[in-house]
């Protein structure tokens, strides 16, 4: 059997996942707030209770329109753009900045989310998100991301609509389709060195590994400048 029909057949099932979801967009966006909330209760989360509620936003068609138009466009090209709302927790935040706003946790790991779903009778239909965590140092990858890219995105043709980055924006692997209060909760309890473990020390190959990058990043290939 091929190896790409077998990622295909992977993808499919992942994404046809059955998952929990409320019949509202606002609803969902409450039931984030209360799994961030149950966090910051368990000493997980050290986010104020105030910028819990205050940055988990819901915007619905036309606020997407009005302050998202690069991502409206992407869904009214797919005829989604319909009752469509997106969830943001914290700011989209691809370049890492730590001023902006996000979710910290206990430990010094940091994070935020965005969420599209639309509402079209029934449980909301989820059509895309992107959830990323930035770890502390010796954890063996600097951030992690999960990603569902709306439907007939690019990456759809490489079967992997829904997918991981780990701690490379180049790399995809399969991921599982989750819901965004699993994924919420995967950020707050889980991605987390057991409390009986100390980080591993990095081998010869991790130093030179990151030696030979950090080389690289300093001294450009001829034609890259």
């Not at 979801?21 to 209760?41: I, K, M, Q, Y």
């Not at 690069?70 to 997106?86: M, N, V």
């Not at 449980?123 to 990603?147: C, H, K, N, T």
Request: proline share 7%.
């Amino acid at each position: 059997m091929r190896a790409d029909h077998d990622l295909a057949a992977l993808q499919s099932d992942t994404v046809r996942r059955s998952l929990d979801l409320p019949d509202r967009a606002n609803e969902l966006s409450r039931s984030l707030r209360t799994v961030l909330t149950r966090g910051r209760d368990a000493r997980k989360l050290v986010t104020s209770q105030d910028a819990i509620v205050r940055q988990v936003v819901l915007l619905d068609e036309t606020k997407i329109r009005e302050e998202h138009g690069k991502h409206w466009k992407g869904l009214a090209e797919r005829d989604l753009h319909r009752g469509a709302f997106c969830i943001f927790g914290g700011v989209k935040n691809q370049g890492r900045d730590e001023s902006l706003p996000h979710f910290r946790r206990d430990d010094g790991a940091w994070f935020d989310f965005s969420i599209t779903v639309r509402e079209a009778g029934g449980p909301v239909e989820l059509l895309a998100y992107d959830f990323e965590i930035r770890l502390g140092p010796q954890m063996g990858a600097s951030f992690l991301r999960f990603d569902l890219n709306l439907p007939d995105h690019p990456n759809q043709a490489r079967e992997l609509r829904c997918h991981l980055h780990p701690g490379s924006d180049d790399l995809l692997v399969p991921a599982p389709l989750m819901s965004p209060p699993e994924l919420c909760a995967l950020f707050l309890y889980g991605v987390r060195l057991p409390s009986d473990r100390s980080p591993r020390a990095p081998t010869a190959f991790d130093v030179g590994w990151l030696r030979q990058t950090l080389l690289r990043v300093a001294t450009p290939p001829e034609g890259t400048l």
